[in-house]
């Protein structure tokens, strides 16, 4: 696959705003802070289009980003954030919840791991839920560059052996694996 454009195409604070369409989609989640607007922006060799920052909580809509015309990804909020009022918390739960419910065509949920943590307790209360709905699941560790290779890789084999889940590491400082978890999206769209 190859990404020839990538566009903005809805930013969605509540439950009217969500994209109802056809569409095959890609949704990305993880822990606030873990890399999700990074890895996106990496995998569409965009620098800034998926908004970063160093401070967690930083998206806290839910953003569809048009691929080729033909798909979206879609960047949703990171949770396990404490420090967002709980008012608006509680609201992008919600928000998340009705995406799962309703959304069509989602092809697979790309869930983004922080290698140095491996999955923590937030991640554990949301899996349940994605498992149950039984989308498809590619599990991605980030940032892995600030970890050591024997710990990386002890902490693929915790993951496959806890959870059957198969990891994929990744860096925004380093272009390896992408071609990998690009095709695996592929395979997804195709399904
Ligand atoms: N060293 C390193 N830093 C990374 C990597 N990926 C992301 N970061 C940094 O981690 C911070 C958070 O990245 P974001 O992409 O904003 O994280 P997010 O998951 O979208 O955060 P929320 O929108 O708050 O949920 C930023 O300072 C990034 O530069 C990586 O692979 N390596
Ligand atoms: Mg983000």
Redesign the pocket.
């Known amino acids: 696959m190859k990404i020839k454009e990538s566009k903005l195409e809805r930013t969605s604070f509540n439950e009217k705003e969500l994209i109802n369409d056809d569409m095959s989609k890609i949704a990305f989640i ?1 822990r ?8 996106i922006n990496k995998i569409l060799h965009r620098k800034n289009l998926a908004r ?3 401070k ?4 806290i809509s839910i953003n569809y980003y048009l691929i080729n015309e033909e798909f979206y990804f879609v960047d949703l ?2 949770y396990g954030y404490a420090k967002i009022p709980k008012q608006e918390r509680l609201r992008v739960r919600s928000l998340m919840t009705v995406f799962f419910e309703n959304v069509k065509n989602l092809k697979l949920i790309v869930l983004l791991i922080d290698s140095r943590r491996g999955f923590t307790a937030p991640d554990l209360e949301i899996l349940p839920q994605l498992l149950d709905k039984k989308f498809k699941m590619l599990t991605v560790l ?2 892995s ?2 970890i050591g290779s024997t710990e990386l890789t002890n902490r693929k084999t915790n993951l496959k052996k806890k959870f059957g889940l198969r990891a994929i590491s ?4 380093s272009d390896s694996n992408k071609q990998e978890i690009l095709n695996n999206i592929n395979e997804a769209l195709m399904e």
């Open positions: 993880g606030s802070n873990v890399g999700k607007s990074s890895f970063t920052s160093s967690p909580g930083k998206t909020p990171g980030t940032k560059d600030k990744f860096s925004i400082k």
